[in-house]
C-alpha cells in the first residue's frame, strides 16, 4: 500500500516580497519547498515503510514546482509526478483537487495522502479537505502524531486550540500535518544526485482521464500592505521607574 504526499514550491519565507504597479508580487529569494510540506515528506517516507509500499510525492502546477519534488526525491521518497494542464489553475482548490485526486487513482494501491498544514504563501488548505471529498475518502486535519497504522487503521493525534484529540479511520484516509509530527530529515549527498538525475513525468488531465470543473477562482490582482508609521521610544532609568514610565506611556495610548 502507497502513500502519496502533495507538495508545492513557495517563496522563502525569509524573502522580501513586493508587488508591481500590474498587480503581480515578487520576491528577491529563490523558490522553496513550501516548510509545512517538509513535515508531510518525512512522514510520507516513514509510513510507507511501515506499509511496506513506496513513497510518492505529486505537485500540481508548473515547472517551478519540480525543485520541491527533487527535494522529495532527496530526502529518501522512491518517486515524483507533476500534474500540469492548461485547465488546471492551482489557485483554484476545486481544480487542484480534481487533478490531485486523478493523480491519486493513476499510482493506484495508495492508502494514504499526506499534506502540509497549508500553504505558507497563500495561507490556504483548502485543497486538501476538497482532495478528500474529490477522492470519498475521509479526512484528518492538524495531525501532530501518527499513532498507529495497523490492520487497515490510521490512528492519530491532531492539535486542538484547547489541547489535543485522539481519533481514527478506516485508510485510505487524507491528512494534514503540524511541525509537531517529526523533524524533517536533510537531502543525504546520494539523494541529491539521485534526484538530480531523476526523470520526472509530467501528467496532464488526460492522462489521469480526468476533466476539469468550470473554473470558479481566479486571482484578479494583489495589493501591498499599507505602509505603517511606527516610532520607537526608548525609556532610561531605574527598573521601578521605567515601569512606572511604561504605565504611564500604555495609557496614554489607552492600551491598558
Not at 90 to 97: E, F, K, M, T
Amino acid at each position: 500500500m502507497h502513500v502519496v504526499v502533495f507538495t508545492r514550491s513557495t517563496p522563502d519565507t525569509a524573502a522580501r516580497v513586493t508587488v508591481g504597479a500590474n498587480g503581480a508580487p515578487s520576491w528577491d529569494a529563490d523558490l522553496v519547498v513550501n516548510p509545512w510540506d517538509e513535515y508531510a515528506l518525512e512522514e510520507a517516507i516513514v509510513r510507507a515503510k511501515a506499509l511496506e509500499g513506496k513513497a510518492y510525492a505529486v505537485t500540481v502546477g508548473g515547472d517551478a514546482n519540480t525543485q520541491s519534488l527533487r527535494h522529495a526525491i532527496g530526502m529518501g521518497l522512491d518517486e515524483a509526478a507533476r500534474v500540469e494542464d492548461a485547465a488546471v489553475n492551482p489557485a483554484d482548490s476545486l481544480a487542484y483537487a480534481t487533478a490531485a485526486a486523478a493523480a491519486v487513482n493513476k499510482i493506484g494501491d495508495v492508502g494514504l495522502v499526506i499534506f502540509g498544514k497549508e500553504s505558507i504563501d497563500v495561507g490556504s488548505d483548502q485543497h486538501a479537505y476538497q482532495t478528500a471529498r474529490k477522492l470519498g475518502w475521509p479526512v484528518i486535519s492538524f495531525v501532530s502524531k501518527i499513532l498507529s497504522l495497523e490492520g487497515g487503521v490510521i490512528k492519530a493525534e491532531r492539535m486542538l486550540d484547547g489541547g489535543k484529540q485522539v481519533v481514527s479511520a478506516k485508510l485510505p484516509v487524507v491528512i494534514t500535518v503540524t511541525k509537531e509530527i517529526n523533524e524533517p530529515r536533510y537531502p543525504s549527498f546520494i539523494g541529491i544526485r539521485k534526484a538530480n538525475k531523476a526523470v520526472i513525468p509530467v501528467w496532464s488531465l488526460a492522462d489521469l482521464g480526468a476533466t476539469a470543473p468550470a473554473a470558479t477562482l481566479a486571482s484578479q490582482t494583489f495589493l501591498p500592505l499599507p505602509v505603517r508609521d511606527i516610532q520607537t521610544e526608548f525609556i532610561s532609568g531605574e527598573p521601578d521607574e521605567m515601569a512606572a514610565k511604561l504605565v504611564e506611556k500604555l495609557l496614554e495610548e489607552k492600551v491598558l
